[in-house]
């Protein structure tokens, strides 16, 4: 009964859904669920990716199983763990386009401990931050102060302040702007510019 209601759920949030047992903890006690997937990935309708963590991995015709995307992996860690996220300054730099390099193994900021994660040949560091350096986790306003913190205050010029603007929508925009208050002294002009970029 549990097993196929959570396979239900599974299945309703389309392949590529990477999840843990606490996401199901509404459906059953942890070690009914515990037990449920384990059965699911034992018939091959989920993987496991490491302990506590599956997915319903995207197929290709030609490759089979497609692994997950560091990103979609990073995301499900912090919500197992109960703890908030952001890309590192040169991952966000990356994301907006303001740099072309990208981080040879992915680099996240958290509330959490400092570790390393290996899940299937994708090695994901998890680095503690400060509360003032997580301002905006979880929503895009903090992919552009890590990006801005990246390029740094001596580099900024019209083209960084356009590219940025013209990745915001009105809500990112005014949050940008409410938010600026906790981040460091020189990138409030900054946030003016970007805030008020036509």
């Not at 089979?64 to 197992?80: E, F, H, N, T």
């Not at 740099?99 to 680099?107: A, E, G, K, L």
Request: glycine residues 8%; hydrophobic residues 40%.
């Amino acid at each position: 009964m549990i097993t196929s209601k959570i396979k239900q759920r599974i299945i309703g949030k389309g392949r590529g859904a990477i999840f843990a047992p606490s996401d199901f903890l509404d459906i059953g006690s942890r070690a009914s669920v515990d037990q449920a997937l384990s059965r699911l990935a034992d018939q091959g309708v989920i993987r496991r990716l490491t302990r506590g963590l599956y997915d319903y991995p995207k197929h290709s015709s030609r490759f089979g199983p497609l692994a997950p995307s560091a990103d979609d992996i990073a995301r499900a860690v912090a919500r197992k763990d109960n703890q908030v996220l952001l890309p590192s300054p040169a991952m966000a730099a990356n994301q907006l386009g303001l740099s072309t390099q990208v981080p040879s193994n992915p680099t996240y900021m958290t509330d959490g401990p400092t570790r390393t994660k290996k899940i299937g040949r994708q090695v994901i560091q998890f680095r503690n931050a400060s509360p003032k350096t997580l301002v905006g986790a979880g929503s895009k306003t903090g992919t552009v102060f890590q990006a801005l913190r990246y390029v740094g205050k001596d580099r900024i010029d019209d083209q960084v302040i356009g590219k940025i603007a013209r990745s915001l929508d009105a809500k990112d925009r005014a949050q940008l702007a409410k938010q600026s208050r906790h981040v460091p002294a020189w990138m409030h002009p900054v946030v003016q510019q970007i805030v008020a970029h036509a």
